[in-house]
């Protein structure tokens, strides 16, 4: 790998390890949701970075997706905190998230997707199976008596891609493919006090632009040239609404999903309502590996 893109890497790194932790400081009894997002991404700009997907702030059973949209009146009181935040630099993609308890009761559940995110760093190196990967975070999560979510992964970082390849699985699942040097990934470990496996749930608020269609009408096609200012990376719902109004973005994305341009991704909940937890760090594959999130 080129020393500028590693560079780019770094920077877009630490960018992305100031605003979760200055997210996390935010993340208190009483804060809005929909705020402390809008905060996260204004400081990721402030710093000379762009959000590589929405901020998102993911509670209790919801393991992922969740990302306010301008109505959103959530408060936090007493829930499991998951924030995600991502930042890129000129496409090349940092990818972080920590959870925290408001409750003080989760403590166990938290260490269990933190101990398995550095289990399976401290496995990080060229030649190592993805096998073994998720075999370091299943032990390690059911070690602690819960159950690590299956059907959620860790995924490359590709230029402007957020989901890559490699799949970074969170159980053994025997996949003998191996990591090679100057991959670029991203693991993040799920721990879940309930059934393991995710579903989906509604209503979407992140999208990602897919493809183009004739798009005759005007509203829709000044939303559109919007959208693809993105340059294929997930988008927030809110971040129409605020340059175009409520009404207007809703009419416009009804009218781009039935088009097929748009991707869809709904929050994604636990089965059985239990809790969740995650831990995630972005890594350089190399001899020495490169964690360039921590901070």
Known sequence: MEQEIIEKYLKAGKITAIAREFGQQLIKPGASVREILDKVETKIVEL?????????????????????????????QDQVVKLDVGVHIDGYIADTAVTVDLSGKHGKLLKASQDALEKALALVRPGVTLAALGKAIQETITAAGFSPVRNLSGHGLGHFEIHAR????????????????GMVIAIEPFASTG???????SPATVFTF????????????????????YQKLPFAKRWL??????AKTNFALR?????????????????????VSQAEHSVIVLEKPIVFTRG
């Open 48 to 76: 000379g970075g762009q959000p590589a997907f929405p901020a998102q702030i993911s509670l209790n059973e919801f393991a992922a997706h969740c990302c306010s949209d301008l109505t959103d009146t959530t408060i936090l």
């Open 166 to 181: 490699p799949s970074i699985p969170n159980v053994d699942n025997g996949n003998q493919n191996v990591l090679k040097e």
């Open 255 to 275: 009218q781009l999903l039935t088009k097929g341009c748009l991707e869809q991704h709904p929050p994604l909940v636990d089965e059985a309502r239990g809790l």
């Open 241 to 246: 609404e605020k340059k175009f109004g409520i």
């Open 210 to 229: 897919v493809s183009d269609a004739g798009i005759r009408d005007p509203i829709t096609r000044k939303v559109l040239e919007e959208i693809r200012t």
């Open 195 to 201: 059934a393991g496996t995710v579903q989906e749930s």
